[in-house]
């Protein structure tokens, strides 16, 4: 356990070290690291790092303490100068105190960089904080208040609102692309030619211009011409030097001042900021790094020669157009925007010397599908209005873990509109018992990210009564990096091994399911996590309902993102098609679920027919029928055939689904209250026959023209056996005359009236 002990030697203030032995209980021989000082002050880091979620334990020389966060720093009862680190998911700069175990007197600090897991999390953490601080700052852009104008830095805030300043203003500086603009300026400047005067001796004129004549004429200090000289028959003597007009190429013009003069603001304001951090801090250090940065180029050669700006050219097509200019240009202009940005969520991501870029992971993914929403929909509400605020410390970003952003718009496409809306942090709420409200029928659920729509015709309480609503989950997990970590394993033997060993991978997996199955109108549930491997899985035969993962990553060129929007777009397009299965599904789950049950049959009724389920006694169709008896009667049962009136007359039937779709026939006769004569309807629905037909099926007497006709069987020896029902009893019945009229009722409610 000790082969991969690292030693941290610490200075006091007498100039004697302290030795700091550290050594990984894992095996995990990335688990520990020393990188160089000029690695660390490039990031803004400790030089001896440790990795999150392992474990180490420590060694100090005895009569010294290790002091920190209870929950990272654990002394053994035995020997309080050695213990247990544990950073769980603690990612940044972690600061802890060497201090006397007799006086309890601070002797020295150590600090220790709790690494990501993730390899690329250095470039993952300032590609996010640089895209966020973009969007923010064209959120501000956007912002017309004129109080959004007033605003100054006031370098005496408190440290963590600087940070939080100097984080936003670090994003755009420390960029390759905003150091690439840099030299491109520095190696092809923008010149222009200027002209100079210059004294020179009259042997080098070459061009004898009117000023030069001049001068030869009228200049003093003068040389006397030899005899012979092609002049001395026109003057005894020219001028020993003459001023010449020249021209020179200079980097001194008004765009390269503003250049210069920006680079100048950019650092002056890193300066001021870190004189307000401690030296030993995260803060300082990245500051200092920036100030270097930003001091080489300004000594470069080019910018010795440039002079101060008088006015900046802000309209000038070079800052404009020009490849690098374009990059300062815009740079510049963010620059001020984002020192006036105050981010209230923004300790949970660098409080404290922290790095979490999880949770930024999270904010950056908010963003994203921000902007995803806006080129689909149309949002209604303005996002900067939801998202930005001027306080009295600045202009605040709201965006913050916990706090509900809800975005609204619209979509119409295939001849359906639909309003939509996306929401940051909604919390459903457990609403056990009261459907159709909306939220959890179970606990609260908190998903990172919810889209959800339903039609225009209806506001958003009514889509959620009547089943129209629909929504989809998303949540971040940014340290996971393939499916397998996310879901676990699909072998159920090793599922169970890990249960065992404590690494149980399916929680995730479990997760979205809760979302699906708890949330009321939930249609699908995803992880978005920074892998390069998406998974769905579908509920039946179409998109929604599902569940599964998208793969995200925080990298410029290829995100993935690409395969959210296809989603989304699927998922319209299944919401507008108006037969689709899930459609009907939400709508046979409104009609039942709308009243609640008032009966209930426990009696033994048949469970399939010709090898089919039957359809449940709640919609299975009785026909209670009237035969006069007799050679009807007898008719109807030789022919299996049951005839009814189709006319304008008393008597007659008036068709609704009910009775055209009956399965069952219940024959009483004149005076019979109780009956058992039980028949199944065999067709699908009845036909019409003339009276000529029936007379040829010898049907006796036929009075009408034309009667609705059924196809009927006896039912089996098992179905309704010995079963005998009280008609009377029936809400549809009526008495006197108006028995002989038939009527139709569920299966359900005839079982309620069994005798």
Same mark, same amino acid.
């Given at each position: 356990?000790t082969?991969?002990?690292?030693?941290?030697?610490?200075t006091?203030p007498?100039?004697s070290?302290?030795?700091?032995?550290?050594?990984?209980?894992s095996?995990d021989?990335?688990?520990?690291?020393v990188?160089?000082?000029?690695e660390?002050e490039e990031n803004?880091?400790?030089e001896f790092q440790l990795?999150?979620?392992?474990?180490y334990?420590?060694?100090?020389?005895?009569g010294?303490?290790?002091?920190?966060?209870?929950r990272?720093?654990?002394?053994?009862?035995?020997?309080?100068s050695?213990?247990?680190?544990?950073?769980g &998911?603690?990612?940044g700069?972690l600061?802890?105190?060497i201090i006397?175990?007799?006086?309890l007197?601070k002797?020295?600090?150590?600090?220790?960089?709790?690494?990501?897991?993730?390899?690329?999390y250095?470039?993952d953490?300032?590609n996010m904080?640089e895209?966020?601080t973009g969007k923010c700052?064209?959120?501000l852009?956007q912002y017309?208040s004129p109080?959004?104008?007033?605003?100054?830095?006031?370098?005496?805030?408190?440290?963590?609102?600087l940070?939080?300043?100097?984080a936003?203003?670090?994003s755009?500086l420390?960029?390759d692309?905003f150091?690439?603009?840099?030299q491109?300026? &520095?190696h092809?400047p923008v010149t222009?030619?200027?002209?100079y005067?210059?004294?020179?001796?009259v042997?080098?004129?070459?061009r004898?211009?009117?000023?030069?004549?001049?001068?030869f004429?009228s200049r003093?200090?003068?040389i006397?011409?030899?005899a012979?000289?092609?002049?001395?028959s026109?003057?005894?003597?020219?001028?020993?030097s003459?001023?010449?007009a020249?021209?020179?190429?200079?980097?001194?013009?008004?765009e390269?001042?503003?250049?210069?003069h920006a680079?100048e603001?950019?650092n002056?304001?890193?300066a001021r900021l870190?004189?307000?951090?401690?030296?030993d801090?995260r803060a300082?250090k990245?500051?200092?790094?920036?100030?270097?940065i930003?001091?080489?180029f300004?000594?470069?050669s080019?910018?010795?020669?440039i002079?101060?700006p008088?006015?900046?050219?802000?309209?000038?097509?070079?800052l404009q157009r020009?490849?690098g200019?374009?990059?300062?240009l815009?740079?510049?202009?963010m620059?001020?925007?984002?020192?006036?940005l105050?981010w209230k969520?923004?300790e949970?991501?660098?409080?404290?010397?922290?790095?979490?870029?999880a949770?930024l992971y999270?904010?950056?993914?908010?963003f994203?599908?921000?902007?995803?929403c806006e080129?689909?929909?149309?949002?209604?509400t303005a996002p900067?209005e939801?998202?930005?605020e001027p306080?009295r410390d600045?202009?605040?970003l709201?965006?913050?873990a916990g706090?509900?952003?809800?975005l609204?718009?619209t979509?119409?496409s295939g001849g359906?509109r639909l309003?939509i809306?996306f929401s940051?942090?909604?919390?459903?709420?457990e609403t056990a018992g009261k459907?159709?409200?909306s939220g959890?029928?179970?606990?609260r659920?908190r998903?990172?990210?919810?889209l959800s729509m339903?039609?225009?015709d209806?506001?958003?309480?009514?889509?959620e009564n009547q089943?129209?609503?629909?929504h989809?989950?998303f949540?971040?997990k940014?340290?996971?990096?393939?499916?397998?970590?996310l879901?676990?394993p699909?072998d159920?033997?090793?599922e169970?091994?890990?249960?065992?060993?404590?690494?149980?991978?399916?929680?995730d997996?479990?997760k979205?399911?809760?979302?699906?199955d708890?949330?009321?109108?939930?249609a699908?549930?995803?992880v978005?996590?920074p892998?390069?491997?998406s998974?769905?899985?579908?509920?039946?035969?179409e998109?929604?309902p599902g569940?599964?993962?998208?793969?995200?990553?925080?990298?410029?060129?290829?995100s993935?993102?690409?395969?959210i929007q296809k989603?989304?777009l699927?998922?319209?397009?299944h919401?507008?098609?108006r037969?689709s299965?899930?459609e009907r599904?939400?709508?046979?789950?409104?009609?039942?679920h709308?009243t609640n049950p008032?009966?209930?049959?426990h009696?033994?009724l048949?469970e399939?027919?010709?090898g089919?389920?039957?359809?449940?006694?709640?919609d299975?169709?009785?026909?209670v029928?009237?035969s006069?008896?007799?050679?009807?009667y007898d008719?109807v049962?030789?022919?299996?055939l049951?005839?009814?009136?189709?006319?304008?007359?008393?008597?007659?039937i008036?068709l609704?689904?009910?009775?055209?779709g009956?399965?069952?026939?219940?024959l009483?006769q004149?005076?019979q209250l109780?009956?058992?004569?039980i028949?199944?309807?065999?067709e699908?629905g009845?036909?019409?026959?003339?009276k000529k037909?029936l007379l040829?099926?010898?049907?006796?007497d036929?009075?009408?023209a034309?009667?609705?006709?059924y196809k009927?069987e006896?039912?089996g020896e098992?179905?309704f056996?010995g079963?005998?029902w009280?008609i009377?009893?029936?809400?549809?019945?009526?008495?006197g005359?108006?028995s002989a009229?038939?009527f139709?009722?569920t299966?359900?409610e005839l079982?309620r009236v069994r005798?």
């Open positions: 356990m082969e991969n002990k690292k030693t941290l030697l610490v006091v007498d100039g070290k302290i030795g700091l032995d550290i050594h990984p209980e095996a021989p990335d688990s520990i690291d990188i160089t000082e000029a660390a803004g880091e400790a990795k999150e979620e392992c474990t334990e420590y060694q100090l020389p005895d010294l303490l290790l002091d920190g966060d209870s990272i720093v654990r002394p053994f009862k035995m020997n309080p050695s213990g247990r680190l544990t950073p &998911i603690f990612v700069t600061k802890l105190d006397d175990d007799t006086t007197e002797e020295a600090e150590v600090a220790l960089e709790v690494r990501s897991k993730k390899t690329g250095r470039t953490y300032r904080l895209y966020i700052t064209d959120l852009m017309t109080a959004a104008q007033s605003f100054q830095t006031d370098f005496s805030e408190d440290a963590q609102t940070y939080q300043r100097f936003f203003i670090k755009i420390d960029t692309e150091q690439n603009a840099l491109r300026i &520095i092809s222009a030619w200027v002209s005067q210059e004294e020179s001796d042997r080098s004129a070459k004898m211009g009117r000023s030069v004549i001049r001068q004429a003093k200090n003068r006397k011409l030899p012979g000289h092609p002049l001395s026109v003057m005894e003597s020219i001028p020993a003459i001023i010449i020249k021209k020179k190429d200079t980097p001194d013009t008004p390269n001042r503003f250049i210069k680079l603001e950019f002056y304001f890193c870190r004189a307000k951090f401690d030296p801090s300082y990245e500051a200092l790094h920036l100030e270097e930003l001091e080489g300004l000594s470069h080019v910018f010795k020669e002079s101060r008088v006015t900046l050219p802000l309209n000038s097509p070079v020009k490849e200019y374009r990059e300062v815009k740079v510049w202009l620059f001020d925007l984002a020192a006036k105050v969520g923004g949970d991501v660098y409080e404290a010397g922290k790095r979490d870029v949770v999270e904010y950056w993914l908010f994203r599908l921000l902007e995803l080129s689909i929909f149309d949002i209604k900067v939801e998202l930005i306080t600045g202009l605040s709201k965006l913050k706090k509900h952003i809800p609204q718009g979509y119409v359906r309003n809306e940051y942090n909604r919390t459903f709420s459907y159709p409200a959890s029928w179970t606990r659920m998903p990172d990210y919810t339903w039609p225009a209806f506001t958003q309480k009514e889509a089943e129209l609503i629909v989809i989950h949540d971040a940014y340290k996971m990096d393939s499916v397998k970590d879901f676990g699909d159920l033997d090793e169970k091994n890990e249960e065992r060993q404590g690494t149980y991978k399916r929680a997996l479990l979205m399911h809760a979302y699906k708890a949330v009321r109108r939930t699908g549930a995803y978005l996590y892998g390069d491997e998974k769905q899985w579908y509920g039946f035969h998109i929604i569940l599964g993962a998208f793969a995200v990553k925080p990298n410029k060129s290829h993935g993102i690409a395969d989603f989304i699927d998922v319209l397009d919401f507008t098609n037969v299965q899930r599904l939400s709508y046979r789950l409104y009609d039942i709308k008032e009966s209930r049959v009696e033994p048949p399939t027919y010709l089919s389920r039957v359809i449940p006694p709640s299975t169709s009785v026909l029928g009237y006069p008896g007799g050679a009807k008719w049962t030789k022919n299996k049951y005839n009814v009136r189709m006319d304008s007359a008393r008597g007659s008036r609704d689904p009910l009775k055209t009956a399965s069952y026939l219940l009483h004149e005076g109780e009956t058992g004569d028949w199944r309807i065999t699908e009845p036909r019409i026959f003339s037909e040829a099926k010898n049907y006796p036929p009075s009408q034309y009667y609705l006709v009927i006896k039912v098992m179905e056996s079963m005998n009280d009377s009893r029936l809400e549809a019945y009526k008495s005359r108006a009229i038939p139709a009722v299966l359900a079982m005798v």
